[in-house]
């Protein structure tokens, strides 16, 4: 059974502990600075674990050298972007408290595979390879996926069908200027062009880009974790458990789709070594030109 | 709680009856003409329940009277393909097994949702409609959710993917004439089409086209039955649970694609009630000729059923 660090013992970082233990896809141990907090929601986990039949174990600490020998480092440590909080102000503060972290995922677990949930995430795929120096194949965020997983929930909801059967694909930043795409947006392989109009396609569509913002204001300043935790399970255990799976993730780009020296959301296979392949697939000339644009919030950023 | 019957505890359905126990959705009720076996079966299962935690109930019989109340009925029974043998050659022999099932299972559970696996199937789903009297929505075949898993797995196995990641659709009768859609079989929504060669996509196609008779060829003596087992449990737990799957399954067109009368696979929705919609797909010229033989075939395969 591998191992897989989660940086941040918050409300992402604990359900993403959860839902790794419900797949049994790694062990895991939950690390933050603030002291106890790991502990406490490790021993919680744990005594779920004789009901929940986890075969997995959890453990929490404030002591970083726990982490050593990581096969995955999740990084989920930073500050919540509040309303008024200027973006930049908040990379920058982000920043700085990932760019320490990566100094002791390099010296603990030089060979793991970095998962990158903290925001502004694009952006923070770049911070993490430049402190970390790692190759890019192993250092991606969850922005893709997260979005992937809204729309498809969207879809599902929408035509009354089984979330199993469906399939979306958004690609780009993760921000407003995110690219949903429906052609590749599917029911057990149909397009949902062939299931909805055109008009409910676009709902879709901007309800996808709204989606975080939505919960942001639902849950009254708490910001989304289930659906980003899920995301950040499913990475960790295409890693941990080799699955290939094909996942939309935020990797530095050379070239792929035109574009270069900035992290986007493209589908990536994913496993032990991290970015296996990025899948190059024709896109509408539309779609590609928005892909390409998305990426202007990432620069403003870096 | 709710009931599944298995009609047929042959290797399809008793490894139909793991899959199903392994969900822990519904009893299960094993029913079988050869005496002693369904019963062994069933003990079987019930004892490997405290280690599978499982909590249903399993039950096996010679008696048609156990499957009173069932909420989906699933009929296996028939013999099955040997080398050489078409689906057609079949027809005499399940026609009658599969006519005296439904009609048997329409008695003791006539509120129940019947789903056809013995072949020829599409033809086999004609004979359970009409053998049963059920409403048409409760009648259906499981087939292409069997030839999509397979064609699911020849994707994932040549890209080297997940095979999560691989959706398809199936469409047409589940024999030579099945009509797989390339164009609708995706790798994380991208269609195969856009990520392998024609030769490769072809390949592919006729690999599932064949993938039955492969197995057949294999075994000698035999035919696959994990695959179709777990397509059935899937289709079971749909309509258990409400799942409103949106599957291929032989269902009965009156209309639909421009056929009348025919069971044929299509991509159905698949929930508490059945068949509850039908999907029609805008299909290319091409599709819509292959799905044509496809429907021509069944037609033909009914006529032969009604003159024997």
New interface residues.
Partial sequence: MKKVSIIGSGNVGVNSAFFIAEMAAAQVTLFDIKEGISEGKALDLMEAAPIRCYRTGIEGSSDITSIAGSQAVVIAAGLIRTPGHDRGEHFRENAAIVGEICGRIVSLAPEAVVIVATEPVDAMVKVVLDATGFHRRRVMGIGGLLDCTRMAHFVSDELNVSPRDVSAMVMGSHTRLMVPVPEYTRVNGIPISQLMSEETVARIVSATREAGSVILDLAQRANAYYAPSSAIAQVVEAVCVDTHKVLSLSVMLDGEYGVGQVPLSVPCRVGAAGVEEILEVELDEEVLKAFRDSAEPVRRWL | VRKVSIIGAGHVGATCTYYIAEKNIADIVMIDVVEGMPQAKGMDFSQAAPLR?YGVKILGSNDYADVAGSDVVVITAGIPRKPGMDRMDLLRTNADIVGTAAARVAEYAPNSTLIVVSNPLDIMCTVALEASGFALKRVMGMAGILD?TRFRYFVAEKM???V??V???VLGGHGDTMVP?PR????????IT??LSPGEVEALSDRTRNGGAEIVRHLKTGSAFYAPAASTAEMVE?VLTN??????AAAYLRGEYGHEGVFLGV?I?LGKNGVEKI?E??LTAEEKTMLDKSAEAVRKGIESLRSL
């Fill in positions: 935690r999509s080297g993917v997940a999560t990641d959706h398809a659709m859609l609708f079989t995706t790798v994380a929504g991208f269609p856009k990520l749909a799942e409103k799957r949106l599957v291929p991509p929705l999907i797909l805008d």
